[in-house]
């Protein structure tokens, strides 16, 4: 590697202060990263931290030709380094030709998606902070170059949290003043089994080119976020319930405002599938885990706030949390302190009146 960790992390650190947009953050760190680790193709993705679907993505031209392919195979088949196991692994990068003993060909994704676009390894890696995943990077190599090595998977994992902070900082930053919406109605698009457009209202289209607009994309190309929660929405069976996630991300636009959007799977009457996809602005209950990660709540913080959102009095809270009344008035002082307000009432102004 021609500089080190150190140098690269330095890179990285006085670019998260830079004043710029996510997609310029991830395009100029994928090209510090290439400095240490050479790759042929990138992508650096943003999640939402709940349900680890894609919240947009930065991607080099090879890469984007395959990208809903990638998208398929992670959503819709079984492969080595799923992004989800990463996440969820003691060292959160890996390499396809480590995990197939050099034998790629094992992998369905290499023989169906990498192989025939010209690509030979793959490195893939979950950014995590705190225990956090908020996005992940993924390298590629051209067939017949070097496989990545142990030293470069570690370097990479070593600069996954410097990653993600930034990540995390662009997911959460607070707007400084009022955002507002002209749109009351939910954009509804419905989409084939195969992701093609059939029709949708005039707010999904205002949504569709706000998200465009945010990922630098074509007319014609669907958002990344439309992608991943329809793969995830198509990979659910009804033959297991209780294993379904949720096909659903928040994200946060340039404005402040956090959208929500949500797939769900229509089955019709002659066998075909649909997908109806609702974009709209987000609810409290969507916005509430990413706020409790901007202001460092506690898990206890959290639930007070839920059921002040519903109305609950202190004897309520209380009774409810099965604690005592100056105990819901402790931690009331403690959320009051972190989010910079005195009262309930400026409580849920600072909490969704800023990001409604």
Known sequence: ???????????????????ISLQRYRQSALSLIKEAVPYAGACCTSVDPMTLLS??????????????????YEYLHEDYNSYERLAQSTIPAAALSEATDGQMDRSGRYR???????????????????????GYLTLFRKAGEPFFIEEEILFITSIAP???KSLKKYALELPSTDVVTSLEEPGILVLSEQLQFISSNQAARHWLSALRSLEHI????????????????????????????????CIRMPSGLYLSVLASK???????????????????????????EAYALSVREKEVIERIIKGFS???????????????????????????????????????????
């Open 266 to 292: 229509l089955d019709g009457a002659d066998g075909m599938i649909q997908l109806a996809v609702s974009v709209e602005p987000a609810k409290p209950s969507d916005i509430l885990p990413l706020i409790s």
């Open 162 to 164: 410097v990653l993600a």
């Open 55 to 72: 919240t947009g993505a930065t991607t080099e031209e090879a890469v984007e030709a395959i990208h809903q392919q990638l998208f398929e």
């Open 112 to 134: 169906e998606v990498l192989m025939p676009a010209g690509f030979g390894d793959e490195m893939r890696a979950a950014l995590l902070s705190d225990g956090v995943c908020w």
């Open 1 to 19: 590697m021609s500089v080190t960790t150190d140098e690269v992390k330095q890179q990285l650190n006085k670019l998260s202060d830079a004043p």
């Open 218 to 249: 074509e007319d014609d190309t669907l958002p990344r976020p439309i992608r991943a929660v329809c793969s995830r929405a198509l990979a659910q069976t009804d033959s297991a319930p209780d294993e379904v996630k949720s096909a659903k991300v």
């Open 314 to 356: 202190t004897k309520e809270i209380a009774m409810s949390l099965h604690i005592s009344a100056y105990t819901v008035q402790d931690h009331l002082k403690s959320i009051f302190a972190k989010t910079g307000v005195n009262s309930r009432r400026e409580l849920l102004w600072e909490l969704f009146s800023r990001h409604n």
